[in-house]
């Protein structure tokens, strides 16, 4: 991918344009994390944030509904009746209808009257709106060196796909105009990681095979699919949450580190990580990758439905609800040391972390078995912050005093730093207003990443339910998941 052919002008102003600006992703996340950047401060001055949805809404009408929208945002991050009022002054609708070419001229009219430094162009909607939305917004001359486009996952459902939004993409904009969210690299946690890692220099000569025996990154879900089975049941865990956000924790983990904080230093070692992953085959694809689907159990103490009585569901559907894979980067640094890889819905906890699991002490001269000791843990949710596993003497046993007890070095940034920091959206879309790119996805990366998960996809569809293991809700995933782990001699974070 060239480089972009603009010089970006500073945001000395900004009109961001939120296609999708009635729907749940907007008024969940993107506006309450507006306007978190606005109660801090941090929103750039003369800013207009226009809605885009095809009611016929006044600007009035429109703060109005994002207003009582905001009666369901949590508490804390709920503005008092004065900062709505303030924070409204910001918000603007502009009926559209996405597929309808000429619905763009009045849009264009309305950015072109004010010419604002920064022109944002968040695509919240369907997937299957933004090829047509991208080549209307070229058509309508709103691909100018001022505009920053923003798109929401899912970018396509598989390469061929990916590749298609992509090259639509870069024909109407320059790469480095493009911002690919994925909002687990805004997470104050994964950016931790990228600060232990690279901004210290005490962990990064152990980063390696030989004191490195395996990694581990978990993320778990207790929730189901909630009101969201149709867009579910299409997806299935791979694409929704492997693909991207685990490929991209995995590529924090294993990149080599960047000659620079540079935006493009920074995705090129993340490239190299999703390159170097040892493909599939077919050996691997049975041994290495399991996928389940949850049936009925109990989350938190309440019965729950199992996956295929959900709403939006097909009764005899196949798509995975879980998934756990044994992944290598087969590269000089971290070659025969597995990353395993687990994420699925209705699990026995919200929790997500990644557990690196050192090497045991090469020789025992204590009595205390080694093989639980020496991790680290970094919690990205619900908690946030790293943990230290190490082996101490203790004060139990008196007489035994050749035996160790393990004890935790622990760093709990919520309480070092404050519950109140930048939310993953906030820092994202401050990202995109302000032009950095550090934490956004380059179309190569992605297209690496599908490259990867492709052959499964392919191999679960012709399988049906052939290899779909039930789990049940509540519990930690089918228990094929601990044998794969069991037969290179680990076991899971929670088995330990
Ligand atoms: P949604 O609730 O269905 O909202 C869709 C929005 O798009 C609504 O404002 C809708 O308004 C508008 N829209 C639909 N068709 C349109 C058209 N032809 N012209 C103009 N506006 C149109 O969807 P969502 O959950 O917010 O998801 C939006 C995008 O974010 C999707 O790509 C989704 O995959 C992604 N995403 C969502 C979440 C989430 O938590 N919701 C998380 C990650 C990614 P009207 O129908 O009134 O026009």
Redesign the pocket.
């Known amino acids: 991918m060239g480089p972009c052919p603009f010089a970006l002008p500073l945001p000395m102003s900004f009109d961001l344009v939120l ?8 008024w ?2 993107l506006m309450p994390a507006l306007f978190q950047a606005f109660r801090h401060g941090t929103l750039p001055p003369g800013g207009r944030i226009v809605g ?4 016929a809404l006044s600007d009035a009408q429109y703060r109005d509904l994002i207003r009582q929208r905001f009666e369901h945002v949590e508490l804390a991050k709920r503005p008092s009746p004065e900062e709505f009022e303030r924070f409204a002054g910001l918000l603007h609708f502009q009926r ?4 309808k070419p000429g619905d763009y001229a009045a849009l264009a009219a309305r950015l072109r009257e004010r010419n604002a430094g920064t022109v944002v162009l968040y ?5 299957q ?1 933004f090829t047509t939305v991208v080549e209307q917004l070229a058509a309508a001359g709103l691909n100018t060196p001022a505009t920053r486009i923003v798109l ?3 970018l396509g459902h598989d390469l061929a796909s990916n590749r298609a939004i992509n090259e639509t993409v870069c024909r109407a904009f320059g790469e480095r105009q493009v911002f690919r969210i994925d ?1 687990y690299l805004g997470k104050p946690a994964v950016q931790n990681l990228f600060a232990l890692r690279f901004g210290n220099a005490l962990f990064e000569p152990l980063w390696r095979r030989e004191t490195i025996a395996n990694i581990q990154v978990t993320i778990a879900e207790d929730l189901g699919v909630e009101k ?1 089975g149709g ?1 579910y049941d299409g997806t299935g865990a791979l694409r929704d949450m492997v693909q991207n956000h685990a490929l991209q924790l995995l590529c924090a983990l294993a990149m080599e580190p960047p000659i620079s904080a540079d935006a493009d230093a920074i995705r090129d070692e993340k490239l190299k990580v999703l390159r170097s992953l040892r493909p599939w085959t077919a050996e691997t694809l049975g041994a290495h990758a399991i996928r389940g689907q949850y049936g009925a159990g109990a989350v938190r103490g309440m019965s729950v439905a199992g996956y295929r009585e959900e709403a939006g569901v097909a009764p005899d559907s196949c798509t995975e609800t879980y998934v756990a894979l044994r992944a290598e980067v087969a590269n000089w640094r971290w070659a025969g040391v597995p990353f395993y890889i687990r994420t699925g819905k209705r699990l026995a906890a919200r929790d997500a972390h990644i557990v690196v699991n050192f090497r045991p002490a090469p020789h025992a001269i204590f009595r205390t078995p080694l093989s639980a000791s020496n991790q680290l843990v970094i919690h990205l949710q619900p908690r946030d912050g790293l943990e230290l596993h190490l082996l101490a003497q203790g004060q139990e046993n008196r007489r035994q005093v050749q035996s160790l007890t393990p004890v935790h070095l622990n760093l709990d940034f919520d309480q070092r730093f404050g519950a109140e920091r930048v939310g993953a959206y906030e820092r994202l879309l401050l990202d995109v207003i302000d032009g950095r790119l550090n934490l956004f996805v380059r179309s190569d990366e992605q297209e690496a990443a599908w490259r990867w998960v492709e052959p499964l996809l392919e191999a679960w569809k012709a399988g049906g339910d052939t290899g779909l293991r039930p789990y049940a809700a509540g519990s930690w995933g089918p228990s094929a998941a601990s044998a794969m782990i069991a037969r290179d001699g680990f076991c899971w974070s929670e088995e330990q």
């Open positions: 296609f999708g600006g009635t729907g749940d992703l907007a969940r996340k885009v949805a095809r009611d559209m209808d996405l597929s695509l919240a909607t369907a997937p709106l929401e996952k899912p909002h969201r867009f």
